[in-house]
């Protein structure tokens, strides 16, 4: 099992009902980042509402046949987590390293972070 490294973040989520995502969602979404793993897969977007606001979000999906978790985060909580995503691809770009170390679980372990707070986990 791979080692998830902690941060000091605490994360301020808020889950979103369907009703809200299609809200958020009503003048467009961009897809970031998706990600799949032996975890589920992960995407994260930004909706806009009808005035152009954007909602950052995290959709978590724990296997191909389910409806999404769907959460939104404060912009700096998103950016952490597409910065984690980043360089996890850069290390693993540039060389194998070892997977009980690598980056790519500060991802994971802050995506695990924010299920936990709404009693989910992988």
Known sequence: MA???KTNEN???K???ESEFKKASELGITDLIEVKS???RVKLMHLYDTESNPTYTLLYFPNSKEEPYIFSLELKQF???VTF???GVQVRNQQESDASNHPMNNFFYNVEQILNEHELSF
Request: aromatic share 22%.
């Open 11 to 13: 994360f301020n989520s």
């Open 79 to 81: 950016h952490m987590l």
């Open 15 to 17: 889950m979103l009902t």
């Open 38 to 40: 032996q975890y589920g």
């Open 3 to 5: 080692e998830f490294h």
């Open 85 to 87: 995503f980043i360089v």
